[in-house]
């Protein structure tokens, strides 16, 4: 069955610490892979995606990304984790304009 | 640059009332989607219209409908109101005609039922 998995429910990181967010996904092809990051009670904000091409992409705020086809991943990373970074992360997959998301997780930054 | 836009942003309704909740995509954007949101939950897929065509089916409930109009703009529309209704509903938009499957979301409609 098509799945996306999103291993760590809650993450806390210290300001400064660098972070990395885990995705799986399990289709048939290769779909297109997106990250999403939520603040409390808002909308769904697009950090970065991977249609094809280098499978390092780097996205905005300082996020980037690193497909791994032989590992079905998709980890989201920053060098060096701000106080405003902390929300929740959503790991996507698409094949066509069929989107399922991730569980999701959420980030806490500690001073 | 313009965004989606969702309307109302909050909503409450009573058991067994109606909503309809309004997503305008962003211009020339042909595709529009519907997600729900729990609280605490991932978003999941509802439903999906491309060039006013339904394009796909999540688990929308049959409770709900939804269509997309010749202005491109969407409308959910929810009968017979649950508590298990209430959520955040997010609807995005894409461009399928230019071969971009980025979706682009709204800020959302909280629903609440009471």
């Known amino acids: 069955a098509q799945s996306v998995t999103q291993p760590d429910i809650h993450i806390t990181v210290s300001e400064g610490a660098s972070l990395e967010l885990r995705c799986n996904y399990s289709y048939g092809a290769t779909p297109y892979l997106f990250w999403y990051v939520q603040s409390p009670g808002q909308g769904l904000q697009l950090l970065l995606k991977y249609f094809s091409g280098d499978t390092l992409v780097q996205g905005i705020k300082g996020f980037e990304a690193e497909f791994k086809r032989s590992q079905s991943s998709f980890n989201l990373r920053k060098p060096s984790v701000h106080w405003s970074d902390a929300a929740e992360y959503f790991c996507?997959?698409?094949?066509?304009?069929?989107?399922?998301f991730g569980a999701g997780t959420r980030l806490t930054v500690k001073p | 640059a313009a965004g989606v836009i969702q309307s109302p942003r909050h909503l409450i309704k009573e058991k067994r009332e109606t909503a309809t909740l309004k997503c305008y995509p962003i211009?020339?954007?042909?595709?529009v989607y519907w997600y729900q949101q729990g609280p605490g939950q991932d978003p999941q897929f509802l439903i999906s219209?491309?060039?006013?065509?339904?394009?796909d089916k999540g688990s929308i409930p049959d409770r709900f409908s939804a269509q997309q109009f010749s202005d491109y703009h969407s409308e959910l529309n929810m009968s017979s109101l649950e508590l298990g209704d209430s959520a955040l509903y997010f609807c995005a938009s894409s461009r399928l005609a230019g071969g971009s499957y980025e979706q682009y979301f709204g800020p959302g409609t909280r629903l609440t039922v009471t």
């Open positions: 211009p020339r954007h042909d595709t």
């Open positions: 219209f491309y060039e006013k065509m339904q394009s």
């Open positions: 996507a997959v698409g094949i066509g304009n069929d989107m399922r």
